[in-house]
Structure formats: structure tokens, C-alpha cells
């Protein structure tokens, strides 16, 4: 079993690698922008300080923006996972 926290919030982040369960982050825009933070520099930090996958969400409505913006997602780490909506 695998335990992925759902959250942009790097403090809950840094929590659940402290408590030792975490295996990897999925986040999304809408929770990005819950921080107050621009959304880059939330997920420069996330990965920063996750070892395991983290699931970035792509926003463009067309595949080719979401192709372009995948791939942009997948180069900022080797842990990155790009979701689609």
C-alpha cells in the first residue's frame, strides 16, 4: 500500500514525510492557488522535498495545450506524473 497526500500546502507536505508514511503528492491548480502562492513556486518547492511521484494537473480545455503543458510539467522533475483533467 502506497499513501499520497492530496494537498499543495507544503507544511502538511513536510508533516506527513516527518511522520514517515508519505510515498508521493497529487495536487492540482485549484489547490495551488488555495496557498496564496504562485503556482511554480509551490511546485518547485513540493519537489524539492518529495523523493516519490507528484502528480501535477495540466489546465488547458484542448489536447494540444494539454500536451504542450504536460510535457512542460513532466521536464520539471523526475518524479513528476502529469495528470489531465
Known sequence: MQFFID???VDEIKQAIDWGILDGV???PTLAS???RPFMDVVKDI??????PVSLETVSLD???M???????AELGDNVVVKIP
Do not use: H, M, P, Y
Open 63 to 65: 489536447a494540444d495545450g
Open 26 to 28: 497529487t495536487t492540482n
Open 67 to 73: 500536451v504542450k503543458e504536460g510535457r512542460f510539467l
Open 47 to 52: 519537489l524539492s522535498i518529495v523523493d516519490g
Open 34 to 36: 488555495k496557498t496564496g
Open 7 to 9: 494537498t499543495a500546502n
